[in-house]
């Protein structure tokens, strides 16, 4: 069965750049029909796509979050990472990776558990 | 950008109600659009997919219908398992997956 799992920093400094890694186990992050991506909610708020990434590096971004963000894929160990810079408080939220299909099957339908993110000093 | 509006933000109902929520896009989105349930605390889950195509282990009481630019999400009976908030996502275009504002359901 697939699972995804985030990992790293649950404090970051403003101004500071945030990394997230989602490991992908009981799966292969190379499968030719899926992308993984990256959503976040904001504490008692909606959920925001920030982005997702193809097994061969092919990145999509939310315009409003492009000029901050990278999304990069490892397909030997099977992970992929966000890098989200210039942080501020309004970049606390719990970070959730996901896989999602393509085209009429491009909904998130593997979840990980997430991960909380604090920006403060 | 296409926006995604859903209504009411929030309600309460009865266990054994109907429930609905409307889902609208700003633009024609064909049926690439799906549902999450989100239970407080918990990950969300997908429920609908291609605007009514019912994801395996959902209960048959979720339903979803429409195209193009009002979608809607059904729940036959509700039951106390329910509560949650639902968000719409549209997936039509690669570089805009983007979600409702979504729709906090209680039992009243």
């Known amino acids: 069965q697939l699972q995804l799992q985030e990992s790293g920093p649950g404090l970051v400094k403003p101004s500071e750049t945030l990394s997230l890694t989602c490991t992908v186990s009981g799966g292969s992050i190379t499968s030719v029909e899926h992308f993984w991506g990256w959503i976040r909610q904001p504490p008692g708020k909606g959920l925001e796509w920030i982005g997702s990434v193809y097994y061969r590096g092919n990145t999509y971004y939310n315009p409003s979050l492009e000029s901050r963000i990278t999304i990069s894929v490892d397909t030997l160990r099977n992970h992929f990472s966000l890098t989200l810079t210039s942080l501020t408080a309004a970049d606390t939220a719990m970070y959730y990776c996901?896989?999602?299909?393509?085209?009429?099957?491009?909904?998130?339908?593997?979840w990980g558990k997430g991960t909380m993110v604090y920006v403060s000093s | 950008d296409i926006q995604m509006t859903q209504s009411p933000s929030s309600l309460s109902a009865s266990v054994g109600d109907r429930v609905t929520i409307t889902c609208r896009a700003s633009?024609?989105?064909?049926?690439?659009l799906a549902w999450y349930q989100q239970k407080p605390g918990r990950v969300p889950r997908v429920l609908i997919y291609?605007?009514?195509t019912v994801q395996s282990g959902v209960p048959a009481r979720f339903s979803g219908s429409g195209s193009g630019t009002e979608f809607i999400l059904t729940i036959s009976s509700l039951q106390p398992e329910d509560v949650a908030t639902y968000y719409c996502?549209?997936?039509?275009?690669?570089?805009?997956?983007?979600f409702g504002g979504g729709t906090k359901v209680e039992i009243k």
């Open positions: 996901a896989r999602r299909g393509s085209d009429l099957l491009a909904y998130m339908d593997v």
């Open positions: 633009q024609d989105i064909s049926n690439y």
């Open positions: 291609g605007a009514s």
């Open positions: 996502q549209k997936y039509d275009n690669a570089l805009a997956l983007t």
